[in-house]
């Protein structure tokens, strides 16, 4: 399972970004996906997360502010980003719980990360 980012950028503060993340590769099913953030010298933190079903999730620090959404169709999570502040910095990854099965037909379950991209907000 592959997941493609895009999406980053450099914003000044007040302003938007949309994130898009596609996963490709032998998907059988998607389950929650997400969108994970690490700034420098700071663990990685969640974001937001929506389930399958279209339940959504978020940090507290991004509630009002930030909406996460998918395309089941086209295997894609969004997060639409607003009011953007320049604590909101950081490197940003997605995040898929995916389902597949090998050739003997069992099944594979996969924590599958993107490769990340960057947001900047500066002040």
């Known amino acids: 399972v592959q997941l493609q980012a895009s999406g980053g950028g450099l914003v000044q503060a007040g302003g938007s970004l949309r994130l898009s993340c596609t996963a490709s590769?032998?998907?059988?099913?998607?389950?929650?996906m997400g969108w994970y953030r690490q700034a420098p010298g700071k663990q990685r933190e969640m974001v937001a997360r929506?389930?399958?079903?279209?339940?959504?999730n978020y940090a507290d620090s991004v509630k009002g502010r930030f909406t996460i959404s998918r395309d089941n169709a086209k295997k894609t999570v969004y997060l639409q980003m607003n009011s953007l502040f320049p604590e909101d910095t950081a490197r940003y990854y997605c995040?898929?719980?995916?389902?597949?099965?090998?050739?003997?037909?069992?099944?594979?379950?996969?924590?599958?990360w993107g490769q990340g991209t960057q947001v900047t907000v500066s002040s």
């Open positions: 995040n898929a719980q995916t389902l597949s099965y090998n050739p003997a037909w069992e099944p594979v379950a996969e924590n599958a």
């Open positions: 590769g032998n998907i059988f099913r998607i389950d929650d």
């Open positions: 929506i389930t399958n079903g279209g339940s959504t």
